[in-house]
Nanobody
Framework: VQLQASGGGLVQAGGSLRLSCAAS????????MGWYRQAPGKQRELVAR???????YYADSVKGRFTISRDNAKNTVYLQMDSQKPEDTAVYYC?????????WGQGTQVTVSS
């Protein structure tokens, strides 16, 4: 199973971006879909995670600003990022766990200028 992420880019502080990540391949079921990020010199951290029937999880640093959602018919997860801050600058990775195990997307750069 492969993941294709898109939607990164450059945005000014206070702006918005929407990331998408589509899974393709021999998919019979998906359990968890999530977004992680890694800033230069820092460890990769979980940003948001969504599981069917469970309240989505958000890191404290993005609560109230980011929204994760999924389209099960398209095997796609989204991350709507609003009111962005310079500290949101990082490479964002999607992660999907399902019947095959788990996969990571290739990473998409998000840069927020002050």
């Amino acid at each position: 199973v492969q993941l294709q992420a898109s939607g990164g880019g450059l945005v000014q502080a206070g702006g918005s971006l929407r990331l998408s990540c589509a899974a393709s391949g021999r998919i019979f079921s998906i359990n968890v879909m999530g977004w992680y990020r890694q800033a230069p010199g820092k460890q990769r951290e979980l940003v948001a995670r969504i599981t069917s029937g469970v309240t989505p999880y958000y890191a404290d640093s993005v609560k109230g600003r980011f929204t994760i959602s999924r389209d099960n018919a398209k095997n796609t997860v989204y991350l709507q990022m609003d009111s962005q801050k310079p500290e949101d600058t990082a490479v964002y990775y999607c992660n999907v766990v399902g019947n095959w195990g788990g996969s990571w997307g290739q990473g998409t750069q998000v840069t927020v200028s002050s």
